[in-house]
């Protein structure tokens, strides 16, 4: 998909990708067509995985642990005491500015 949209008559000039793997999966379509990052195409993942910080990505940076122990403590909740309204509760991230993102491109 990534190769797809940078082989656009007017490609993107940043991508936000889902996670960090996929992230990952931009960087290869770009260098692999000769695309300069951050120069010509700024990156960004989103977790935080460790990999992220080995190969300079940024990323937006999310509790992984905590959010899985909240999942947890929700679902045993509705276990024990099932009720009919969700709950809904926002955890923090932050962005992690590393060596994938820049300025845009010049035109």
Request: hydrophobic share 45%.
């Amino acid at each position: 998909m990534a190769k797809a949209m940078l082989g656009l008559r007017e490609p993107p000039t940043a991508i936000f990708a889902a996670s960090d793997t996929l992230a990952f999966g931009v960087l290869e379509a770009a260098r692999d067509l000769g695309r300069r990052i951050p120069e010509d195409l700024s990156v960004v993942g989103y977790d935080d995985i460790d990999m992220a910080e080995v190969v300079g990505l940024s990323t937006m940076h999310q509790l992984l642990f905590e959010s899985g122990k909240l999942g947890m403590e929700l679902l045993l909740d509705l276990v024990r005491a099932p009720r009919a309204n969700p709950t809904c509760t926002l955890l923090p991230t932050k962005l992690v500015v590393r060596s994938t993102t820049g300025p845009p491109p010049s035109p």
